[in-house]
């Protein structure tokens, strides 16, 4: 599929940077936890928590959308096997993003949590990109991907759709401070531009010529 | 609009909004987070790793002096009618939950930055349409008036509340010392400007993008009001930095942003004076930014709003804002026959 000799790492070295992955998606929440015991989150951490595990997602999208290209570009084919694990910490930080809200801003009033779902635009495009990533979460199993065949791959481009709604949900909750939102408006949309298909086609071109420079 | 006849203090019966005290330790939150570290194994994590390195973790993770900057016990009167007997929120909280932004952005960036902010020498100046413009020293601001407390319920625009406990004096008290002329219709407040100190005046990163100095105003009607306080102190001591000091406004029928704190300059004006936020987003923020459940934020609900009390984090109670925060019957008529839709 990709067009790279792939750099062979060992099943055991694999395993080894999974962990490694593994420890960079949980440190950040061992950090939460350990900031609000401790008071450095201000004496009602509500916000810092929602904005915290908002931004956890955000980081584990962008994290997520570099495999493939830094995959291609530096011809490591095995890194791809990690991008599940990463896309799952999208999952579980969204997650808590959504449960932070529920729970300790609206103390788990359900009349609120839908009300504020349908009338406010930045909760609703938050909402619906948390949708599409739990559907890539649940289908994330090698057997329902073989299952679904190619239908798989069209469910999967959805993290596409959410690498644009999430940064927009960002941008559009901030009270004032858009430098930061911006910011990540700007990486997603790099690394979707990057996806584009006269951009690919550039890049082989170039491969082409550079192989037959070579000859 | 302006009524200055409005301002009479007169025997007041106990309003109805009070509620009977929840007699709660106001020191167990911050008593129980200890334990709870504790209780997580950092005592034993801490046995098993070298001296240094104990220090630098509970450096990170223990308890820090959250208030190293001083502050003074004030001498005041308890003013009894007002919210005396409301559930307060505690003094750990009020001072690590703000909003700042001449110090950052986040909620506890004010107390994290601002312990070291210099508030003496100060200068207060009133001045415009006024009689006799003065300007008051560091002293004089707890000194010139007589300092009373009260209770006040705090409701911010971004739909969080607080009862705090403020001491000061009316600002009627202080526009009556300088005798506002009959041009006088509206008063304009002034944050001061430094941004030596206040890093987010210095960085836009930071300071998310007011225009700074930030600037507040009211209707002279409003300014008179017998509600609307100056502010000096809370919990009985003068201020923090992250409450305001040296010296702040309060109206408590207002949403936060209104009550705006580090006043150097207070003038009195004929015509509507710009305001900070409303300035950033005028659909959002509008001048008058009365408490109203009615009128929603364009991005979120101002029907109910999370108080924060005492106990831990599960603690808040989602409660139903009121008009005007409660506080309708001093200031339901200061706003007869506007829209209040319109007038937000």
């Known amino acids: 599929m990709f067009n790279i000799t792939a750099l062979r790492v060992s099943p055991k070295q694999l395993l080894w940077v999974k962990l490694v992955f593994h420890l960079i998606g949980l440190i950040p929440i061992i950090w939460l936890v350990f900031t609000v015991l401790s008071g450095r989150a201000g004496g009602d951490p509500v916000q810092h928590i929602i904005h915290f595990t908002g931004i956890g997602a955000l980081n584990a999208l962008l994290a997520t959308l570099l495999i493939s290209p830094i995959a291609k570009r530096f011809k490591l084919g095995w890194l791809m ?118 951009w690919q086609k550039m890049r082989t071109s170039r491969l082409a010529m550079a192989a037959k420079d070579k000859q | 609009m302006a009524n200055h006849s409005r301002f009479t203090p007169g025997i007041l019966k106990k309003a109805r909004w009070h509620m009977q005290d929840n007699q709660v330790t106001p020191e167990s939150v911050f008593k129980a987070r200890r334990h709870i570290v504790k209780a997580m194994g950092l005592g034993a994590i801490g046995a098993s790793i070298p001296g240094y390195v104990q220090a630098g973790l509970f450096d990170l993770f223990g308890e820090q002096p959250k208030t190293s900057f001083i502050t003074t016990p004030l001498t005041f009167e308890a003013n009894a009618r007002f919210g005396q007997d409301e559930v307060r929120t505690p003094f750990d909280k009020v001072s690590t939950h703000n909003n700042f932004y001449e110090f950052g952005t986040s909620k506890q960036d004010p107390s994290d930055n601002a312990q070291r902010y210099k508030v003496e020498p100060w200068q207060l100046r009133i001045e415009g349409e006024v009689e006799r413009p003065i300007t008051l020293d560091y002293q004089d601001l707890t000194k010139m008036f007589p300092l009373e407390e009260r209770t006040y319920r705090l409701r911010c625009v971004e739909a969080w509340s607080m009862v705090i406990p403020w001491v000061g004096f009316p600002l009627a008290a202080l526009l009556k010392k300088v005798g506002v002329t009959s041009k006088g219709k509206y ?158």
């Open chain 2, 187 to 344: 008063v304009a407040f002034e944050t001061a400007f430094d941004p030596e100190q206040m890093p987010g005046q210095k960085s836009r990163l930071m300071g998310g993008g007011i225009h700074y100095p930030y600037v507040e105003g009211l209707t002279i009607a409003e300014a008179m009001n017998e509600l609307t306080l100056m502010s000096v102190g809370l919990y009985g001591k003068t201020l923090l930095p992250q409450n305001g000091a040296p010296i702040r406004l309060v109206v408590p029928w207002k949403y936060g942003f209104k009550s705006i704190k580090s006043i150097v300059r207070i003038r009195v004006m004929d015509k509507q004076p710009p305001t900070s936020w409303n300035q950033l987003a005028p659909h959002e923020y509008g001048f008058y930014a009365n408490v109203n459940p009615a009128v929603d934020h364009p991005r979120w609900s101002q029907a109910s709003e999370r108080r924060i009390g005492e106990g831990g984090l599960f603690s808040a109670q989602r409660i139903d804002t009121l008009p005007f925060n409660g506080y309708g019957e001093f200031v339901a008529s200061l706003y007869d026959g506007m829209d209040l839709r319109q007038f937000y």
């Open chain 1, 81 to 198: 096997q990690t991008r599940r694990l990463v896309g799952l910490y999208v999952f579980a930080y969204a997650t808590l993003h959504i449960v932070a809200f529920f729970s300790l801003d609206l103390l788990f009033a359900w009349g609120l949590f839908f009300t504020e779902v349908a009338k406010r635009p930045y909760i609703l495009v938050g909402a619906v990109a948390y949708v599409i990533v739990s559907a890539l979460a649940f289908t994330s199993f090698k057997i329902l991907m073989r299952k679904m065949g190619r239908r798989w791959q069209t469910l999967h481009n959805g993290v596409y759709l959410v690498a644009i709604l999430a940064p927009i949900h960002f941008y559009w909750s901030v009270k004032s401070e858009i430098v930061e939102p911006s910011l990540y408006i700007v990486g997603f949309s790099l690394l979707l531009a990057w996806r584009l298909p006269i």
